[in-house]
């Protein structure tokens, strides 16, 4: 909160006081008991679950303020860029434990599961006594066909371009990153902002490729394994395309304010990593869900 | 299936090279070229890897899901 304008540079900077976490515990509490009330279908539970997301927003937008307002001041001394470095590592770390155990749930059904349905390796007895007219493929809603007929989206067309606005992306962030180390500024808020109007191109068809998938294709979240793999990849992989494209914007406005410098600037830094990676993850799911 | 082992090789190498530049992020801390370059050839190797697997489907020396598309 900074309420000190004199800070000792060799203490770790504590503010005094915040008002925040309280706020974000009643943010979050409220967002809670609405979504509760909602899948409760109680009447006035989507107000209190938009209320609670509205405060959650309220208090991001004012914690994170902060913050930046503390870093500017240079009130942050080595100690504290060392514990944001090492957050990054750790939220970074959790990050690829979340997207392993998706793909490794894509892997293990595709891999494993299926072909013992179809009675290869140890399914041959649950091959032959339970689903004897089940050969394995993929993809598939497996042999009690959940979900019903449903097609797949070929790789060629949306994927395929969404890949090469993300990749495009990726070249846009790298040619920002480099204008900052050279201290080009027009030239790094012109391509940070490509990279952030590429972002929400992405999800623009991305959004689009799901309408397709859910009105014409049959393709759902309730199309059996296929279907609840891929949503729950492509879609949680669109959440984070989100939060990138929302934390460039963020970095897009502080590069303008000229937060940054040619070797401090780990804001910077850490979100251009975060889309990388974030793109990386694509690449990934465009070679194992769509093409291998 | 070597076309396929080949992909994941070069998705490895991709992944890698992400690793380093948060490596040099942690160590290097801004205040050299180490994390950029780390990922500048992150995404060349990236948009090569792209290149070479549209190249591969047009050409048919390798077909999404193992379906060939007549």
């Known amino acids: 909160m900074g309420q000190t304008e004199t800070h000792d540079p060799n203490i770790y900077y504590v503010p005094h006081a915040s008002r925040w976490p309280i706020i974000a515990t009643l943010a979050l509490f409220t967002t809670m008991i609405g979504a509760a009330l909602t899948v409760n279908k109680v009447a006035v539970g989507h107000y209190v679950l938009y209320a609670g997301l509205a405060a959650l927003v309220f208090m991001l937008f004012g914690w994170f303020g902060d913050v930046i307002r503390e870093s500017v001041k240079g009130f942050y001394n080595r100690q504290v860029d060392v514990s944001f470095r090492m957050g990054m590592i750790w939220f970074i770390f959790s990050e690829v434990m979340f997207f392993a155990a998706f793909f490794g749930a894509l892997f293990y059904a595709r891999m494993f599961v299926v072909p013992w349905l179809g009675g290869e390796g140890d399914g041959a007895l649950t091959h032959e006594f339970i689903w004897s007219g089940y050969s394995s493929a993929w993809p598939t809603n497996g042999p009690l066909k959940v979900g019903g007929m449903f097609e797949t989206i070929g790789a060629w067309g949306l994927p395929f371009l969404n890949t090469l606005i993300l990749l495009t992306s990726g070249i846009t962030v790298t040619i920002a990153h480099h204008a900052l180390r050279a201290g080009e500024r027009g030239k790094l808020l012109t391509f940070l902002g490509v990279t952030v109007a590429l972002g929400m191109l992405f999800l623009y068809f991305q959004a689009t490729e799901y309408y397709h998938a859910y009105h014409e294709l049959g393709l759902t979240l309730g199309s059996g394994i296929y279907g609840s793999t891929f949503f729950m990849l492509t879609g949680f992989h669109g959440l984070h395309v989100t939060l990138g494209t929302i934390m460039l914007l963020v970095i897009w406005f502080r590069c303008a304010k000229g937060h940054f410098s040619r070797d401090h600037h780990f804001g910077f830094e850490a979100v251009a990593w975060y889309w990388h990676f974030v793109d990386v993850v694509w690449l990934g799911l465009f070679l194992f869900v769509y093409v291998l | ?70």
């Open chain 2, 1 to 70: 299936m070597w076309q396929k082992l080949f992909i994941v090789i070069v998705f490895i190498a991709i992944v890698y090279n992400l690793g380093a530049g948060l490596y040099f992020m942690m160590t290097d801390k801004g205040s050299t070229n180490r994390t950029v370059n780390a990922l500048t050839r992150r995404i060349a190797i990236s948009i090569a890897l792209f290149a070479l697997v549209g190249i591969s489907i047009w050409m048919g020396w390798i077909a999404p899901h193992g379906v060939v598309v007549r």
